[in-house]
């Protein structure tokens, strides 16, 4: 089974993903071992590729997988996140390897987990996580890859990484031909750069995946919106997505959206496919992820937080049905689908997406902060431009904010942003408006509207919860015309008595 060969690389995990990914790495040179724990899909994927542009070798046990890569071994890891990854990585441990090897988790994996296996490993073997992003074929053509580890570790995994990324163009920013034409891609710029220590890969992977969720959910809705309220077709709504596609809201989120409206049913060509599936979205943990870690640090990550809601919402499917015929809310209206009421969505998508990444950026300051991580936003939304999930052309607006802006409080700021919103606002106020007094559910947009209109209020009614709270509980509140730090409580039945320091 094993060949003479000297693989410079290894590879555990022989689903979809782990079998791309490996032939990905194939494709560019690089001569890979692969494992996976049932050995007859071992021996079926080799069989399967028998003329890689470099070898594929597959082996048996972990003894003959470890023996078989060159020192320092790099091993990447494709197995469910949790409990399997330390599981790989103890029984990789006991089949030999050494400390300067080099173990790469390329799941989903919890950032905390990535510090805690860093540290637990340290000495035997050297714990590396990379975020890995752009679903099958992404994997096979060329991914956004987002690295965090050990900076030594970077310089062995950073030719094998730079090579199976996507490329985007040096000039536009824009995906070069490779996902979406079923080939491997050489020159270009790769989505791939080394992001941090420890965590900080899996960290920016999550914080991409809580922003896909509120993209899919902002699309959603637009798509209700024109479904409900102007009373389009699935494959008209199809077209007016492929003409969104040619503005600032391309993206591969909005391409495939345009092809999965205009999709028949494959049992009944009359029906529109979309209609036949159940409105009840799953979702494997990693946008609630994003938003808890939003509540424990205190960043309003609203809209993400909503995403994720949205999701809970539409799997209630039973206890909907059965609201649906007790909760009436306004009655159902129709408007006309002119260019005006479809370009105000559009804008509200834009706004409402913009908003999105504002929080995502945000989340990552401050994690940045917490974990001493020194994260380059720019490069970030760089290596998002091409190959992940998320990839839009408006990922360069954000990497053109912060290269010229390096320490930008918040994307709203940025001037072509604020452009943006200035602009769009109107338009979004509308839609939000229409959608809630038509009673069309549209929490995504209203959530990210509520952001942006709180962001940009020098003033908020917190002042009065501070009073309730020292009311009820003496917590204490600070006076606008007393130092920073300064806290105070009054007897507040009868308030005339005199205001006391904390
Ligand atoms: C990616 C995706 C990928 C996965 C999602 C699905 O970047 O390639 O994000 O990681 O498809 O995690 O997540 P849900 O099942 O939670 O929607």
Redesign the pocket.
Known sequence: MMTSANPCVGLIGLAVMGKNLALNIADHGFEIAVFNRTTAVTDEFIAENPHTPAKLTGCHTLKEFVDAIAKPRVIIVLVKAGPAVDSIVEQLLAAGLDPQDIVVDAG?SLWTDTIRREKDYSGKLKFFGS?????EL?ARFG??LMPGGDPDSWKHLEPIWKAIAAKVDARTGEPLAGASAGKPVTGGVPCTAYLGPNGAGHYV?MV??GI??VD?QLISEAYLLLRSLLGLRPDEISQIFSQWNKTELNSYLIEITADVLQQKDPRNKKKFLVDVIVDS???????KWTSTNSLDMGVPANSIAEAVFA?CMSALKSERVAASKKLKGPLARKLRAGKPIIEAIRQALYCSKICAYAQGFQLMREAQNQYHWKLDFGTIASIWRGG???RAKFLQKITDAYQADPKLVNLLLDPYFRKQVRTGQEDWRKVVSLAATTGVPAPAFMSALAYFDSYRSAVLPASLIQAQRDYFGAHTYQRVDAPDGQFFHVDWPAADRPEVKA
């Open positions: 989903n975020g890995v992003s752009g679903g992404g991914p956004s992977k991409h995946n896909e969720y899919m979205a799953g979702q494997k943990g990693t946008g999701r992940c999930i998320i």
